[in-house]
T-cell receptor, first 115, second 112 residues
Framework: DADVTQTPRNRITKTGKRIMLECSQTKGHDRMYWYRQDPGLGLRLIYYSFDVKDINKGEISDGYSVSRQAQAKFSLSLESAIPNQTALYFC??????????????FGPGTRLTVL | SQKIEQNSEALNIQEGKTATLTCNYTNYSPAYLQWYRQDPGRGPVFLLLIRENEKEKRKERLKVTFDTTLKQSLFHITASQPADSATYLCALKAGNNRKLIWGLGTSLAVNP
């Protein structure tokens, strides 16, 4: 079984709809991340969480919110989807620790299309 | 401003040759530098990590060098194979940063 799973894998929705993307991990890592990837723009960090009570905005958090329900679960919500949120979304995890290199382990991605 | 640069042009090489990809950075003092492989539509996969006090790291056909004076890392794939075709990303972690900083990646195509 995959260590980091994302659901759904593909989603097509309409402008204004609320969408939730879910991420689960069995790696036992404390740190979890949500990225989006667009052609030519690389990976951009949306939110990250270093433990259940530590949630932080990344570089492009506007229009998104997150919930860390447990160490193993981190969900991303689009409250009112818009077409420019069409992208490939990745969840990732890393181990905690002072001075950790934060090597990241990615899920398979969710391809989201907002019409 | 802080910046990471990877060659945006795709690299095309012949099977069996050595592929060399470059990661340059400015205004960072990275404690770690990492390389990842990403196939189309899939998540990046960690390959190698090198620390600031290391010059070179090897893993099978892969080699990474790290020159903190030049502010550059080189990623080499020796005896390249068509299966090595992918996008390769570098990522930095500065000692006082809470998150990785990612390059945009370089696309590698190995032709049979």
């Amino acid at each position: 079984d995959a260590d980091v799973t994302q659901t759904p894998r593909n989603r097509i929705t309409k402008t204004g709809k609320r969408i939730m993307l879910e991420c689960s991990q069995t790696k036992g890592h404390d740190r979890m991340y949500w990225y989006r990837q667009d052609p030519g723009l690389g990976l951009r960090l949306i939110y990250y969480s270093f433990d259940v009570k530590d949630i932080n905005k990344g570089e492009i958090s506007d229009g998104y919110s997150v919930s860390r329900q447990a160490q193993a679960k981190f969900s991303l919500s689009l409250e009112s989807a818009i077409p420019n949120q069409t992208a490939l979304y990745f969840c990732a995890t890393s181990e905690a620790g002072g001075g950790s290199p934060d090597t990241q382990y990615f899920g398979p991605g969710t391809r989201l299309t907002v019409l | 401003s802080q910046k990471i640069e990877q060659n945006s042009e795709a690299l095309n090489i012949q099977e069996g040759k050595t592929a060399t990809l470059t990661c340059n950075y400015t205004n960072y003092s990275p404690a770690y530098l990492q390389w990842y492989r990403q196939d189309p539509g899939r998540g990046p996969v960690f390959l190698l990590l090198i620390r600031e006090n290391e010059k070179e790291k090897r893993k099978e056909r892969l080699k990474v060098t790290f020159d903190t004076t030049l502010k550059q890392s080189l990623f080499h794939i020796t005896a390249s194979q068509p299966a090595d075709s992918a996008t390769y990303l570098c990522a930095l972690k500065a000692g006082n940063n809470r998150k990785l900083i990612w390059g945009l990646g370089t696309s590698l195509a190995v032709n049979p």
